[in-house]
């Protein structure tokens, strides 16, 4: 079987007899592909195991931070691409585990953010990517956007357009705007910076924030790292002053940067892996921030911009003493 276009399907599973159309779905392709990358967890991967030509991972692998889990799987389906191999990854994202349940709507919108954006960044070489998604986990309104970031939808008739599939530029703009962005009254840090030379106070102040958390080593310098990107991108790009607050929520550290938004923000920023020849004159903030930490939420309005980062210590990567 040849592929002519890169696949981006949703299976989404409303009783536990889909779980049969998933194995029949994982079968199928482990006879087209070259190699069939299987994440999901124990209970979706149950009754498959025994399948050939299938290489299996777990969520706790790939879901980590969305935004390298996102760049993990693309740099995956390249490398096959580069190796002249087929690929097929089937995933089943997890999105709750280790997150405040009053931030778990965040999450899984801006994992949803990645799956429309996937559209045009994992398309090189056509491979195909499956993704898992369980009804009676996730509200109706998650669903919908499920078909909306997916072409297609793997059902009992086969392979079948999806009605309500949006491209992703158009998702993202539709889903950009969104309402101020208003910290807590109280926060544990309250920063001002008016030039790039007086963020080395912020790190400072935000390393030892952070490791009064519990955050340490590799954690720690990735949360400091994206906030000053970020501020780094508001001096130079949006208008000084930067605020730079910060505090904790549960198990989660969340850091907002406010300048004064001299223009907005695009939908896709920070989406696309940034030019290493451009990058070298800037322009990697964005990405890079969407890489450690794990949501990255945007707010853009004329003389306003907010940029929200959240780094739950369950998906952050383990601490080193």
């Known amino acids: 079987m040849t592929t002519a276009r890169f696949v981006h399907a949703a299976l989404i599973v409303e009783t536990d007899r889909d779980r049969d159309l998933l194995a029949a779905h994982v079968s199928r392709q482990a006879r087209f592909y070259d190699e069939v990358l299987v994440v999901a967890g124990e209970r979706t991967r149950a009754g498959m195991t025994d399948l050939a030509g299938v290489r299996w991972g777990t969520p706790e692998e790939f879901y980590q931070r969305l935004g390298s889990a996102y760049e993990r799987f693309r740099r995956y389906l ?9 690929l097929h990854v089937i995933a089943e994202p997890e999105l709750i585990r280790g997150v ?4 778990r709507a965040d999450r899984v919108a801006a994992h949803l953010a ?4 996937c559209n045009r960044t994992y398309a090189l070489g056509a491979p195909a990517v499956t993704c898992v998604w369980d009804s009676r986990r996730h509200p109706g309104a998650v669903i919908d956007r499920v078909r909306a970031t997916h072409p297609d939808l793997v059902t009992a008739a086969g392979l079948t357009p999806s009605p309500d599939y949006l491209p992703p530029e158009r998702y ?16 544990d840090q309250d920063v001002t910076a008016g ?5 080395s106070g912020l790190r400072s102040a935000l390393g030892g924030w952070a490791a009064d958390h519990g955050f340490g080593g590799t954690a720690r310098e990735d949360l400091v790292m994206a906030v000053v990107e970020v501020a780094s991108n508001g001096l130079r790009h949006g208008g000084p002053p930067v605020r730079i607050r910060a505090w904790h929520h549960g198990g989660t550290l969340v850091v907002q940067c406010d300048d004064a938004g001299a223009r907005p923000i695009p939908a896709v920023a920070g989406y696309l892996r940034p030019d290493p020849v451009a990058a070298v004159a800037g322009g990697r903030g964005l990405w890079l921030a969407r890489q450690l930490a794990d949501v990255v939420t945007m707010s853009s309005a004329p003389g306003r911009t907010s940029v929200r980062l959240h780094f739950p210590r369950e998906v952050m990567p383990a601490v080193r003493s």
């Open 78 to 86: 390249a490398e096959g691409h580069r190796a002249g191999r087929r």
């Open 195 to 199: 030039a790039v030379a007086e963020l």
């Open 114 to 117: 990645y799956e429309a954006i």
């Open 172 to 187: 993202l703009a539709e889903r950009h705007t969104v309402p101020a962005l208003a910290p807590p009254a109280h926060v």
């Open 100 to 103: 405040d349940p009053s931030l």
